[in-house]
């Protein structure tokens, strides 16, 4: 019998999962999620070749499927698909904020539990959710090592002045500060390019990560230089929902108009981004098939800023090297990667329009310099690895969280 890691991230209404052989680098036995949590939950799990292992609806005796009865749907059907060739040794959790403590990947103790719990009121719409994938494996399986891999943790050791905001200095200490996100997705570009273009990764290079959560990165020898989230994960580019770059003045003009922190949270988290301009949907697919005026509008909007930060990351790196594009707007959208591009003719970018079609690998032309590429993130693998590394045979952590 083989060991295995198995990946969980969780969200608000689902639960996704992978499946790793501990033998294999580690490699991917199986990916899939509970989606529709506290609704009409169903499960779905492909083999990694892409087939389908399980299409169904979850039920528990209780009639209620929170993460709990989710992680406990997903263990009994590991052991059932995989009785007597794999055996789960530890749980890797994605976790959307490590703080000032956590800089890599970590054992979680029930006194590492409470100080990530301090950590939510910088991201209140990630982080209960990561915590509450945590508490679901303790509850029925205590006995396996958990490990948290945390989002920040890429944009540590940056440049300081990276980090700051123009606020009193004993706020910076307190951690008001520019964190930065998507970190284990850009571990993930940095990680291949080093297998597939070393010498780019050793250069200039600006990761557009753009999905419904959108962000860049700026990397220097593989290295984070510089980010366009920071405190929270609605700084920087315009994303689905969430408004992206904001004057701060506008939050003060809406308390002054009556309207509260919860009501600000939902409009900033929730109402804004594509979905706010447009009123049509979150989804580019959506914006860019609509014949509305304000979808051109917000797909207009979201090119332009995404133009506007590479400029400023450009500035910081002093040049350009490189450009991937990844995620699920970067990855698949040929018509975004196509008009932000077309918008760096400054910075000599070009692409090949067959390449660009395929989506895969590097678009520009042979010799080009900046190069572009498409690269898809694989954040699952980096957990799995970073879980491998911290412990797979480490005492139990038993206990209830704080």
């Given at each position: 019998?083989?060991?295995?890691?198995?990946?969980?991230?969780?969200?608000?209404?689902?639960?996704?999962?992978?499946?790793?052989?501990?033998?294999?680098?580690?490699?991917?036995?199986?990916?899939?999620?509970i989606e529709g949590l506290g609704t009409s939950p169903k499960f779905k799990a492909r083999n990694k070749q892409g087939e389908a292992?399980?299409?169904?609806?979850?039920?528990?005796?209780?009639?209620?499927?929170?993460?709990?009865?989710?992680?406990?749907?997903?263990?009994?059907?590991?052991?059932?698909?995989?009785?007597g060739e794999y055996r789960a040794v530890a749980?890797?959790?994605?976790?959307a904020h490590g703080g000032l403590k956590y800089s890599q990947a970590t054992l979680i103790t029930p006194e590492v539990m409470g100080e990530l719990e301090q950590l939510i009121p910088l991201v209140p719409l990630h982080q209960p959710h990561n915590i509450a994938g945590v508490k679901a494996v303790l509850?029925?399986?205590?006995?396996?090592?958990?490990?948290?891999?945390?989002?920040?943790?890429?944009?540590?050791?940056?440049?300081t002045v990276s980090e700051r905001f123009a606020l009193p200095n004993e706020l910076f200490?307190?951690?008001?500060?520019?964190?930065?996100?998507?970190?284990?997705?850009?571990?993930?570009?940095?990680?291949?390019?080093?297998?597939?273009?070393?010498e780019l990764?050793?250069?200039?290079?600006?990761?557009?990560?753009?999905?419904?959560?959108?962000?860049?990165?700026?990397?220097?020898?593989?290295?984070?230089?510089?980010?366009?989230?920071?405190?929270?994960a609605l700084d920087g580019l315009p994303m689905g929902t969430r408004c992206g770059a904001l004057d701060p003045g506008v939050i003060l003009y809406l308390l002054g108009r009556g309207m509260t922190a919860a009501q600000i949270?939902?409009?900033?988290?929730?109402?804004?981004?594509?979905?706010?301009?447009?009123?049509?949907?979150?989804?580019?697919?959506?914006?860019?098939?609509?014949?509305?005026?304000?979808a051109a509008v917000a797909i207009e909007y979201f090119v332009y800023r995404i133009i506007r930060e590479i400029g400023a990351l450009t500035a910081v790196l002093g040049g350009l090297d490189g450009l991937v594009f990844t995620a699920g707007v970067g990855e698949n959208s040929q018509v975004i990667r196509q008009r932000v591009c077309a918008g760096l003719g400054w910075l000599s970018i070009n692409i090949d329009e067959?390449?660009?079609?395929?989506?895969?690998?590097?678009?520009?032309?042979?010799?080009?310099?900046?190069?572009?590429?498409?690269?898809?993130?694989?954040?699952?693998?980096?957990?799995?690895?970073q879980t491998l590394e911290v412990t797979l045979y480490a005492a139990p952590t038993t206990g209830s969280p704080k």
């Open positions: 019998m083989s060991d295995a890691i198995v990946v969980l991230n969780a969200g608000s209404s689902s639960l996704k999962f992978c499946v790793f052989d501990v033998g294999h680098d580690p490699g991917l036995v199986a990916r899939g999620q292992l399980a299409d169904s609806a979850v039920t528990s005796p209780t009639g209620k499927v929170g993460h709990t009865e989710a992680f406990a749907h997903l263990a009994n059907w590991v052991r059932a698909q995989y009785a749980i890797g959790h994605r976790m509850q029925l399986r205590p006995d396996l090592p958990q490990v948290a891999c945390f989002d920040t943790a890429f944009h540590r050791n940056r440049p200490e307190q951690g008001v500060r520019r964190w930065g996100f998507h970190g284990l997705s850009y571990q993930s570009i940095s990680s291949q390019l080093q297998t597939i273009a070393p990764r050793e250069g200039r290079v600006i990761v557009a990560h753009l999905g419904s959560g959108a962000s860049m990165c700026a990397m220097l020898g593989g290295r984070s230089v510089d980010t366009t989230m920071s405190f929270s949270e939902t409009l900033l988290y929730k109402k804004s981004g594509l979905l706010g301009i447009s009123g049509v949907s979150n989804d580019v697919r959506d914006l860019l098939a609509s014949k509305e005026p304000l067959s390449a660009n079609q395929k989506g895969r690998g590097c678009i520009s032309p042979p010799g080009a310099s900046p190069q572009v590429w498409v690269i898809p993130t694989d954040e699952e693998s980096v957990i799995a690895a």
